[in-house]
C-alpha cells in the first residue's frame, strides 16, 4: 500500500515538475539567445557609425582597431565593405570566409535594404550569427557593415542553465519522495496498528486494543469503531465462557450423583446385568470426560486435543452399543459392515461426539424396520466413517444446507429437534483436521461421511 501511495502523489509531482521545468528551460533559453542578439545589435549600431566617419575619412585605422578590440575581447568579427563590395576595414577576416549567404545580404545591404534580424535557432543548435546594415551618409548607401558572432557561449550558457534546473528538479523530486513518504507513513501507522491488533484478535488475544489514535481523522474513526468491536466481542465471549463454566460446573453434580445411584442399583442387581450396568459406567465416564473439555474449553479459550491412534472401527462399535437401546425403540437396525481394525491419529472424544450427532439424526429420520448401515474404510487418501440410512432424505438442492446451525427441512418441520446435529458434528470434524460430507444415498436416504487422517502403519500392525 505504501508503494501504491507513493506512486499516486509521486506521479503527479513529477509531472508538474517536467511541465514547469520544459517551460522555464524553453524560456530560460530564449532570454538568453534574445539577450544576446540585443548585445549584437548594440555592437553593430556603435559600428555603423564608426564605419561612416572611417569611409567618409578615408582612413580605416581607427575602425581596425576598434574591431581588433572587440575580437580580443568577445571573439567577434567586424568587416566594412565600401560601396563597391570590396573590403575596406576588417578585424583580421576576409570576406572569402563567409557564406554565400553573406554575399547576398551584402548586396543587399549595399542597395540600401536594411537586413532582417535573426530568428532565434533552437537552443541545441551551434551556429554563427551574421548580421549585415548598409551605411548612410545624406541619405545615400555608402557601404556595409559586417558583424559575425559566434553562438558557442550562449550554447554553454543554455547548457549550464538547463543542468542547474536538471539539478534542482532531482532534488526537489527526492524531496518530494521523502515528503510522500512521511505522508504515506503517517497515514499508513494506523492500519499497520488495526492490522496488528486484527491479527491479536484472531490469535486468541481478545483483549488487544489500539490505544494511540493518530493519522487522519478517517482511519481515527476506523480504529474507534475496532476498539468498540474488540470490547463487544470481549463482552460477548466472555458471557459465553462464563455460561460454559457454569454449565460444566451445574452438571458435574447431578452426573456424580447419577453414578453413585448407578453403582447403588448395581449392588442389588444380579450377574445378568453386569453388562447393561458396565455400559452406564461408561457412558457415564464419558459424560464426566466431555464436562471436563468443556471446562478447559472454557478456561483456556481453546482445548488441547488428546491425539493418539483410535481404532474407528472400535470406536463405531462403542457408539453402535451405546445407540442400540434408542434404534430399537424406534423399530431401526444399526449394523456394523466391518471388523477390520482401521487406525487413525486424532481425538477420540470429538470422533465420538460427531458419531453420535450423525448416528442421532440417522435413527431420529430413518423408518421403523429400516437398517442404518455403518461402514469403516481406509484408502491411501485416508480413513472414513460412513453413516448410510434408508430416510427420506433431502432433495438435492438442500443438500448444501444441511449442515447449517437451526436449519430444518420442510418437510421435517414436526419432527423434534433442533437442527444443530450435523452442524455441531461438521465443527467437531473441523477441529481435528477432519471434514464431513453430506450426500444423496442410491436408493434413498442420505450417506453422511466423517472423513480423517489416514494411519495405515498402525492398521497394517493390528492386522
Known amino acids: 500500500m505504501r508503494r501504491r501511495l507513493i506512486i499516486v502523489f509521486l506521479i503527479p509531482l513529477v509531472g508538474v515538475l517536467l511541465v514547469l521545468g520544459t517551460a522555464y528551460a524553453w524560456t530560460a533559453a530564449r532570454s538568453i539567445q534574445q539577450a544576446f542578439y540585443t548585445e549584437q545589435l548594440g555592437d553593430l549600431s556603435y559600428f555603423l557609425t564608426s564605419a561612416r566617419q572611417s569611409l567618409t575619412s578615408g582612413s580605416p585605422d581607427v575602425f581596425e582597431a576598434e574591431a581588433e578590440r572587440l575580437y580580443e575581447l568577445y571573439g567577434t568579427h567586424v568587416l566594412v565593405v565600401d560601396r563597391a563590395g570590396a573590403t575596406w576595414a ?19 545591404a549595399l542597395s540600401g ?3 532582417d534580424l535573426p530568428s532565434p535557432a533552437l537552443p541545441w543548435v551551434v551556429s554563427d550569427v551574421v548580421i549585415v546594415e548598409p551605411v548612410f551618409d545624406k541619405g545615400d548607401t555608402i557601404g556595409a557593415v559586417v558583424l559575425s558572432a559566434s553562438a558557442e557561449h550562449v550554447q554553454w550558457a543554455i547548457v549550464r542553465d538547463w543542468v542547474t534546473l536538471a539539478v534542482i528538479s532531482v532534488i526537489a523530486t527526492l524531496l518530494g519522495v521523502v515528503v510522500v513518504h512521511r505522508l504515506a507513513n503517517w497515514v499508513l501507522q494506523p492500519v499497520h496498528r488495526v492490522d496488528r491488533a486484527m491479527a491479536a484478535v484472531e490469535r486468541g488475544e481478545i483483549e488487544a486494543r489500539i490505544d494511540d489514535e493518530t493519522g487522519p481523522p478517517e482511519l481515527r ?6 476498539n468498540r468491536m474488540a470490547e463487544e466481542i470481549e463482552r460477548v465471549l466472555s458471557r459465553q465462557q462464563e455460561f460454559a463454566l457454569n454449565a460444566s460446573h451445574e452438571l458435574r453434580n447431578p452426573l456424580s450423583a447419577l453414578l453413585m445411584r448407578v453403582e447403588y442399583l448395581a449392588t442389588g442387581l444380579d450377574s445378568g446385568w ?4 458396565e455400559a452406564m459406567r461408561e457412558e457415564g465416564r464419558r459424560l464426566t470426560r466431555i464436562l471436563d473439555t468443556l471446562l478447559r474449553l472454557a478456561q483456556g479459550g481453546r482445548g488441547d486435543a488428546a491425539f493418539a491412534a483410535i481404532d474407528l472401527t472400535r470406536l463405531t462399535e462403542t457408539r453402535i452399543e451405546a445407540w442400540q437401546q434408542v434404534a430399537s425403540e424406534r423399530g431401526v437396525t444399526l449394523q ?3 471388523d477390520l481394525p482401521v487406525l487413525s491419529i486424532t481425538d ?3 470422533v465420538e461426539g460427531a458419531l453420535d450427532a450423525v448416528i442421532d439424526n440417522a435413527v431420529k429420520f430413518s423408518h421403523p424396520g429400516s437398517t442404518v448401515e455403518l461402514t469403516v474404510t481406509e484408502a491411501a487418501a485416508g480413513c472414513a466413517i460412513v453413516v448410510r440410512d434408508h430416510g427420506p432424505g433431502v432433495v438435492e438442492e438442500e443438500l448444501d444446507r444441511i449442515t447449517d446451525r437451526f436449519w430444518r427441512s420442510a ?8 437442527g444443530l446435529g450435523l452442524a455441531i458434528a461438521t465443527d467437531l470434524m473441523a477441529s481435528v483436521g477432519g471434514q464431513l460430507r453430506v450426500s444423496a444415498a442410491e436408493g434413498g436416504g442420505l450417506a453422511v461421511t466423517l472423513s480423517l487422517e489416514r494411519g495405515g502403519v498402525l492398521s497394517e500392525v493390528l492386522r
Not at 418437510?411 to 433442533?418: A, E, F, K, L, M
Request: proline letters at 2%; a negative charge.
Open 274 to 277: 453386569a453388562e447393561d450396568v
Open 221 to 226: 474513526s476506523m480504529i474507534q469503531m475496532f
Open 411 to 418: 418437510g421435517d418441520q414436526n419432527t423434534p429437534g433442533s
Open 113 to 115: 535594404r536594411r537586413s
Open 90 to 108: 576588417s578585424s583580421g577576416i576576409e570576406l572569402a570566409a563567409f557564406e554565400e549567404s553573406t554575399a547576398t545580404q551584402i548586396r543587399f
Open 336 to 338: 456394523l459392515g466391518s
Open 348 to 350: 477420540g472424544m470429538a
